[in-house]
């Protein structure tokens, strides 16, 4: 009889703790995280059509005085949210101590319309060069 108990306030904490989803098309809806992103923020995004292609810069700061290591990648998404490009390959970034970082990215095609950021730390990227 206690061991419900228990494992029932240990849920209505866990549930207390959960953080809300980003809210659509926020900065932080767009980044899709593989991993731990411990110390690494996602600041502003700007994003523009130039000469028919979508550009993105993407600011990523470390809170840390640690360096951070990370790779990172664009999928490029149309009006119906499915992929119009091929993937591309992942790209390393260093984040040395308490460094804001500013990353700048153009679609290869004039049909993305939107994208998404997709990030990996080093510790969970086992299989990403294979």
């Given at each position: 009889m ?5 494992a ?58 640690k ?14 949210g499915?992929?119009?490009?091929g ?17 700048s ?26």
């Amino acid at each position: 009889m206690r061991y419900p108990l228990i494992a029932a306030i240990g849920l209505a904490l866990l549930a207390g703790c959960a953080t809300p989803p980003p809210a659509p098309g926020s900065a932080a809806s767009k980044v899709v995280s593989l991993g731990s992103m411990k110390h690494i923020e996602v600041g502003a995004m700007r994003v523009a059509r130039e000469n028919g292609f979508l550009t993105v810069k993407a600011e990523l700061s470390n809170t840390s005085h640690k360096n951070k290591s990370m790779y990172y990648r664009f999928a490029w998404l149309g009006s119906d949210g499915f992929p119009v490009a091929g993937e591309e390959g992942w790209k390393s970034l260093t984040l040395y101590g308490t460094q804001t970082s500013v990353l700048s990215a153009i679609a290869p095609v004039p049909q993305a319309t939107d994208f998404r950021l997709e990030v990996q730390t080093p510790e969970n990227s086992v299989n990403l060069f294979r």
